[in-house]
């Protein structure tokens, strides 16, 4: 009992990490509050279940939903930069149209996968013969985040990746290079929105099933995992802020699981969510106050 709930926490951890780095994107490097995220988690899963109904391939669907995430996040930064939306309201905007998107790419407010639906599990089964088998969902999702993480890394050592971290620091700085700072903030909400959509995609294949109100608090647990990450495993100098948010998903995901296991109901589950987002809250203000304090001392 207690192998497969560990399983299930990295499993799931996972699969809400990658969301996690495209959070990570939004609120720590853009400094954008993006609640569009909340209607483009469920927009990867309403791509990839529709493909996946219609016998598509499932790695290929994959990469639609991460595609319609970064047309939905494009949205968000052009309703930002072009129409002098402020950035909370834009993030509203989409995450309202994505409700009715999502529900008309499906057509219903819920379904579920037939069971002889070809998923990127039920394709890499062959590679995990007898007892690997318990892991064989948990190694495809590892490589599936590990492959996001890495992508991210390497396009944040890039020339763009390097004036995507400009806007959020210091925009005048974007302008005397010649580049446009609001192009270079379309791009990131895109990119974010896209890691976000391709992590719905993974669940929907995990999960095998569709529902239209899936999306609802994903932004709040994609910023706590960010901060639980980038507070607990900065002192870590040898990692890079994505491993730090990757595992801050994990520990958000077992702290939620070890809660349930303890007796928590399941409908109390979004109350426990919110009082551990507040914690971490409080752990990383904490942690800031004493920073600047040892900097004023050090001075």
Partial sequence: MIESMIIGILEQGFIYGIMAMGVYITYTILDFPDLS???TFPLGIAV??????HSMNPWLALLAAFAAGCIAGAFTGIFNVKLKIRNLLCGILTMTALYSVNY????KASDFLGMDSVTIFSTTEFLFPGHASLYSKLAVI???????KFALDWYMRTKSGFLLRSVGDNEGLVITLAKNPGTIKIIGLSIANGLVSLAG????QYSRAFNVGSGTGTVVMGLAAVIIGTTVFKKLKFMRVTTGVLLGMIVYKACISIALAAGLRSQDTNFMITVLFIATLVVNEFFVK????GV???G
């Avoid at 590892?142 to 996001?148: F, M, Y």
Wanted: proline letters at 0%; one cysteine or more; glycine letters at 6%.
């Fill in 201 to 204: 995609a993974v669940y929907c």
């Fill in 48 to 53: 990839c279940f529709v493909m996946i109904s």
């Fill in 37 to 39: 995220v909340d209607g």
């Fill in 290 to 293: 004493k920073k600047k304090a």
């Fill in 104 to 107: 008309s790419i499906v057509g």
């Fill in 296 to 298: 004023k001392r050090n």
């Fill in 142 to 148: 590892i490589a599936i985040a590990l492959i996001a």
